[in-house]
């Protein structure tokens, strides 16, 4: 597959899954729309050195959304979608954990 390096586009950073980074050791990734489980699982290992132990996606659909704008005294009204993506739950196994903060020191 021709996407090898763009498998894993950014980790997902949110209250929700912080809170099962903490409990469950699942940590979230925004995945390329064309990538399987198999190809996650071996991207998440290579890059950070860690033994995946499940994978779950899901494929969101974007949302409809409209825009109104001011233009020269007139109003523009316009219809448009945001992208379709697709998410990757990632559990690790026992002892393994990934830091997104590593330049972060605590005193």
Partial sequence: MS???TIIIKPILTEKVTNLQESERKYGF?????ANKIEIKKAVED???????????????????????????????TNGRRSNWKKAIITLKEGD???FYQGE???
């Fill in 3 to 5: 996407i090898k390096g």
């Fill in 105 to 107: 020191t605590t005193v």
């Fill in 47 to 77: 890059r950070f050195g860690v033994k995946v132990e499940k994978v779950s996606t899901m494929n969101i659909k974007g949302k409809r959304k409209q825009m109104t704008v001011r233009s020269g005294g007139r109003v523009i009204r």
């Fill in 30 to 34: 925004k995945v390329h729309p064309s």
């Fill in 97 to 99: 954990k990934i830091d």
